[in-house]
């Protein structure tokens, strides 16, 4: 099967690039660069079934050109940052909800038979039912990212009725661990490289979130991909617990060795504008499905903890 991956540069595109190539699949990674970095997948550079676009996916007319020929798009390509987008209003209008648009008009037009999309958690907004299962309603998201994302949903589910473009859609908790580009655990260790001896953390440290090793996140949409039936399949995929921020930054600062680091919060339930502060995704489905996570949250933390940490050395010493 021929699969293009829209974001296939980004941190977790890239991820989903490796594993299709080691099963043995042909893929066309479609990125522009803007937030994915070609170092994550270079190691494909001259395999006979690899190859690289350097494009945008607003580009619809390049998009439909390079998806000839493929049976499957996994579209990952999207504004990364939720607060990006509270900056500048059009960015998650634009990068998520229109490029989704363009990639599934580009897969109607070449009869591409099945897409996959990575959409959040952050669709449900401040969920008033933990763990929230994917029928939870009415969705409501504070931030323009999660209402993007969802707004990407409602295009996915009308194009597989309407065209019979089979949909794969999923709910990601927080996803972490090597080539990650932004997110707590980079920032933070971003703060400890300016900074030893004093560490900023947003909010009031009681956020208490979900947390996945990128590995297992695409373990679990593979195994959805291969094993759901439907024509619109929709997936949260998460840990099956949670963990505070508080305890981030005590992982975080056992797994540098750092002593005495001052610690200091800056207050408030949430960190940032249209950050949604407590969430805990059901997995149940998942698992009626046949698949559950490995790790708990705060075993995921420490993993991406010691990934984190080992990536800047290696790149001061570079």
């Known amino acids: 099967m021929g699969y293009m991956v829209t974001g296939g540069a980004g941190f977790i595109g890239s991820a989903v690039v490796d594993r299709l190539i080691k099963d043995g699949s042909s893929v066309t990674v479609y990125d522009d660069l803007s937030t ?23 580009d619809f007319e390049m998009l439909k050109k390079e998806m000839e020929g493929h049976e499957s798009v996994w579209h990952l390509a999207a504004n990364p940052d939720i607060r990006k987008g509270t900056e500048s209003t059009r960015v998650d209008l634009e990068q998520n909800t229109l490029a989704t648009y363009n990639v599934l008009e580009a897969a109607r037009r070449t009869d591409v038979k099945s897409a996959v999309f990575s959409s959040t958690s952050t669709i449900y907004g401040r969920a008033k039912v933990l763990p929230t299962p994917e029928d939870y309603g009415p969705c409501l998201p504070i931030s323009l990212y999660g209402a993007s994302k969802l707004a990407c949903e409602g295009l996915i ?21 090597s080539r990650s580009t932004h997110g707590i655990l980079y920032d933070l260790v971003e703060k400890l490289n300016r900074n030893p001896g004093e560490l900023e953390v947003l909010g009031d440290g009681k956020q208490k979130k979900s947390y996945l090793l990128v590995e297992e996140c695409v373990d679990g949409m593979l195994y959805g991909f291969e094993n759901a039936k439907d024509g619109l399949n929709y997936y949260n995929l998460g840990a099956e617990d949670q963990i505070t921020v508080k305890r981030i930054v005590e992982v975080l600062l056992e797994e540098t060795g750092l002593k005495g680091v001052e610690t200091k919060y800056t207050g408030g339930e949430s960190g940032w504008a249209g950050d949604v502060p407590r969430f805990l995704l059901s ?35 570079a």
Do not use: C, Q
């Open 157 to 177: 589910s009308a194009y597989a009725e309407l065209y019979g473009i089979k949909g794969y859609i999923y709910r990601f908790a927080n996803i972490i661990g």
């Open 36 to 58: 994915g970095k070609e170092a994550f997948i270079s190691r494909h550079f001259g395999d006979f079934n690899f190859k690289f676009v350097k494009a945008d996916v607003l």
């Open 283 to 317: 997995t149940k489905k998942m698992a009626d499905l046949g698949w559950k996570p490995k790790h708990t949250s705060e075993e995921a933390i420490r993993t991406a903890a010691m990934i984190a940490v080992k990536e800047y050395l290696t790149a001061i010493k």
